[in-house]
T-cell receptor, first 110, second 112 residues
């Protein structure tokens, strides 16, 4: 069966510091991969999605970036965090017409 | 106009009652529709998917789809306190199968 893992689960970072969130999927090949952000009390905002290695589409221009170095690995990064980057970050995968989420990463920028 | 709209609630129902959650979408060509449950502080988990007009039942859950009215609903029968969560409606984009659009969610509280 397919599983998705992301880490770290929680982190507290100072403003201006870098960020790296990692996600891996097991049990499937060539999945579509996604990064969403959910601010407190708000809906899911699609940040990036990828249909293959090195193929990244950005939905929201900002100080975040994503990379897909391997088929089942998706990384969310930032060089300098802003206070507004705080939120719940969700990695997700899809192999067709259903999307499944990882456990999520809580980021607090202080 | 938002792609997917839901009443944010909160919706409160007594234990054992039927909870009714509603969702409308803007893209008439959408093909796939989903309901996710999200407990506080956790990630969304898929509870139902529906692809054709009509009702689809799974245990205490029934999803209803009306493409002509661009309307999706979720009924929860015999509501339990453990059903208290935020319910997200999601739609698979018509023009590209890679895109999923989510509503902001409806908060449901089941009162014992």
């Amino acid at each position: 069966s397919q599983t998705i893992h992301q880490w770290p689960a929680t982190l507290v970072q100072p403003v201006g510091s870098p960020l790296s969130l990692e996600c891996t999927v097991e049990g499937t090949s060539n999945p579509n991969l996604y990064w969403y952000r959910q601010a407190a009390g708000r809906g899911l905002q699609l940040l990036f999605y990828s249909v293959g290695i090195g193929q990244i589409s950005s939905e929201v221009p900002q100080n975040l970036s994503a990379s897909r170095p391997q088929d089942r690995q998706f990384i969310l990064s930032s060089k300098k965090l802003l206070l507004s980057d705080s939120g719940f970050y969700l990695c997700a995968w899809s192999s067709g017409n259903t999307i499944y989420f990882g456990e999520g990463s809580w980021l607090t920028v202080v | 106009q938002k792609e997917v709209e839901q009443n944010s609630g909160p919706l409160s129902v007594p234990e054992g009652a039927i909870a009714s959650l509603n969702c409308t979408y803007s893209d008439r060509g959408s093909q796939s529709f989903f309901w996710y449950r999200q407990y506080s502080g956790k990630s969304p988990e898929l509870i139902m998917s529906i692809y054709s007009n009509g009702d689809k039942e799974d245990g205490r859950f029934t999803a209803q789809l009306n493409k002509a009215s661009q309307y999706v609903s979720l009924l929860i029968r015999d509501s339990q306190p453990s059903d208290s969560a935020t319910y997200l409606c999601a739609v698979n984009g018509a023009n590209t199968g890679n895109q999923f659009y989510f509503g902001t969610g409806t908060s449901l509280t089941v009162i014992p």
